[in-house]
């Protein structure tokens, strides 16, 4: 089966950078991706990691190690409009989705 | 370009009762997904469609839920009867080609329901 781990809340303060993690077991790994959800809203794509490494994207980075089986989001310079819920993804013939972090952003 | 429509955008019924689900997703996407998101978690696929054909369903509880997607454009999601766990938002999303990994989605706001 396929399962995913990440924290279920996060708070950090305007400005700072924070860090949210995943682990993931699956079988026929293709990639991670990373989706972020206001509350009330839909979910929104922010990035994919295929290979090992760091993808940025303007103030977010994203971060994947196959053979650890595990990766993270960060986010840079944090703003108010962070605060959601952001959800790591693994792509095995279909996706599966973690339960979410939720991020609380402090003025 | 307009995004991925779904109606209603929420809806209460008591257990038993049926309700349906519709969903219009990006003009030209070829691929169309519904998902069940329960409070606090995050989203599971329950159907996926590529064009008109089903390419997964394996999660979707056949036995009170049903989907299509004729002419391979818009599509709805039946439950019938409904029950009290299936209270959740239903998300639709499309995606351009064939939902691979690098396809990326693009949701619709979702249709929040509530079973009483």
């Known amino acids: 089966g396929q399962s995913l781990e990440q924290p279920s809340e996060v708070t950090a303060v305007e400005g700072a950078i924070v860090q949210i993690n995943c682990t993931y077991q699956t079988s026929g790994f293709y990639g991670l991706s990373w989706y972020q959800q206001h509350d009330g809203g839909a979910p929104t794509f922010l990035s994919y990691?295929?290979?090992?490494g760091l993808e940025e994207t303007g103030r977010f980075s994203s971060f994947l190690s196959r053979s650890d089986s595990y990766g993270y989001l960060l986010l840079q310079e944090l703003q108010m409009k962070d605060s959601a819920s952001y959800f790591c993804a693994v792509y095995s013939n279909k996706f599966y989705f973690g339960s979410g972090t939720k991020l609380n952003v402090k003025p | 370009e307009a995004g991925v429509a779904q109606s209603p955008r929420y809806k209460i019924i008591e257990k038993r009762q049926s309700v349906a689900f519709w969903c219009n997703p990006i003009?030209?996407?070829?691929?169309l997904y519904w998902y069940q998101q329960i409070l606090g978690q995050g989203p599971k696929l329950l159907i996926q469609?590529?064009?008109?054909?089903?390419?997964?369903d394996s999660q979707l509880p056949k036995d009170r839920f049903s989907a299509e997607r004729l002419k391979g454009v818009d599509s709805t999601l039946k439950i019938q009867p409904a029950k009290l766990e299936d209270s959740a938002v239903y998300l639709c999303?499309?995606?351009?080609?064939?939902?691979?990994?690098?396809?990326?989605?693009?949701f619709g706001p979702g249709t929040r329901l509530t079973v009483l």
């Open positions: 999303a499309s995606s351009l080609r064939g939902g691979g990994d690098t396809d990326t989605q693009y």
């Open positions: 990691n295929a290979l090992d």
């Open positions: 003009s030209g996407h070829a691929t």
């Open positions: 469609f590529q064009n008109n054909g089903v390419v997964d």
